[in-house]
């Protein structure tokens, strides 16, 4: 239920002790935080355990939200953290590019992708698949500016670098999605023209 006030005006009322307030923030942004979350954890299962976390987080450290950004900036930065968080707790295991074995797993990896990839129908799961094929920080500056819709000036704040560093990240990460796109689904991206 939209309360059609701002991210502002919902944060003031939820400081002056209208905690049933908080529930309007979260409704609006637990997709945007999954998503988030999703393309750093890719377990569903932990994702739902991470956004629990960043939302509670989030409401306690509400009085801290100065209004200098966007809210949804401000939770960017906490469910960021909160995940690099979690990764660092669950030592994910971590092989040498040494090991053969290593790279078998790949290859097979890739053969399954492609038997895989003709059924994929939806473009925005091509994209998706295009975006996790990506590294970590192109896959962080395209999702910041095409999901979480933010401008050059909020990406920079928030990978604390600065603006023309961030447009330059865009463009080559934008470049390197376009390769992915065009290696992995050159049929599917024929049929899109």
């Known amino acids: 239920m939209s309360t059609g006030l701002g991210d502002n005006e919902v944060i003031s009322r939820v400081l002056r002790g209208e905690q049933n307030a908080y529930a309007e ?3 609006r942004y637990q997709g945007y935080v999954f998503t988030l979350i999703m393309r750093m954890l890719k377990s569903r299962e932990d994702a739902e355990e991470v ?3 960043v939302f509670i987080k989030a409401y ?3 009085a801290d939200f100065r209004g200098e950004s966007k809210f949804s900036t401000w939770l960017y930065t ?3 953290t909160t995940c690099i968080t979690f990764l660092r707790k669950k030592k994910l295991d971590i092989h040498s590019l040494d090991n053969e074995k290593v790279f078998e797993a790949a290859d097979s990896k890739d053969s399954g992708f492609r038997a895989n990839m003709i059924e994929q129908k939806s473009r925005v799961n091509m994209v998706n698949e295009a975006i996790a094929m990506l590294s970590p920080d192109d896959a962080e500056v395209i999702t910041l500016f ?3 819709e933010q401008n050059l000036e909020e990406i ?3 990978l604390r670098i600065e603006p023309n560093t961030a447009k330059v990240r865009l463009h080559r990460a934008r ?3 376009k390769e992915k796109m065009e290696k992995y689904f050159s049929e599917e991206v024929k049929n899109i023209y």
């Open 51 to 53: 956004a629990q976390d």
């Open 175 to 177: 470049g390197r999605l």
């Open 156 to 158: 920079a704040r928030i």
């Open 78 to 80: 906490i469910t960021n």
């Open 60 to 62: 306690r450290s509400l």
């Open 146 to 148: 095409y999901k979480a």
């Open 25 to 27: 923030l979260v409704n």
